[in-house]
Nanobody
Framework: VRLVESGGDLVQAGGSLRLSCAAS????????MAWYRQAPGKQRELVAS???????NYADSVRGRFIISRDNDKNTVYLQMNSLKPEDTAVYYC???????????????WGQGTQVTVSS
């Protein structure tokens, strides 16, 4: 299973960005998809997640500003980021919990990351 992120960029505070992450490969089922971020000198943290029934979860720091969504037909997850703040600056990583074809269990997969920089 391969994850490819896109959409990271440099944006001014108050602006918006939309991140995309497409999963490909021999996928039997994707159970959940999520976005994490890691700022310099800090631990990687969960930003938002979405499971197969569409239920979502957000970090307190982004709730009300970010929206996670998922296109099951395309195995793609999106993160719409609005009202961006300098403290949102980080490398954003896509994660999915997926069961590959012909394998009886699910695994966690990570993308390579995409840089989001918010200038003040």
């Amino acid at each position: 299973v391969r994850l490819v992120e896109s959409g990271g960029d440099l944006v001014q505070a108050g602006g918006s960005l939309r991140l995309s992450c497409a999963a490909s490969g021999n996928i039997f089922r994707i159970n959940s998809m999520a976005w994490y971020r890691q700022a310099p000198g800090k631990q990687r943290e969960l930003v938002a997640s979405i499971i197969s029934d569409g239920s979502t979860n957000y970090a307190d720091s982004v709730r009300g500003r970010f929206i996670i969504s998922r296109d099951n037909d395309k195995n793609t997850v999106y993160l719409q980021m609005n009202s961006l703040k300098p403290e949102d600056t980080a490398v954003y990583y896509c994660n999915c919990n997926a069961r590959p074809d012909y394998v009886p269990e699910a695994f966690s997969y990570w993308g390579q990351g995409t840089q989001v920089t918010v200038s003040s």
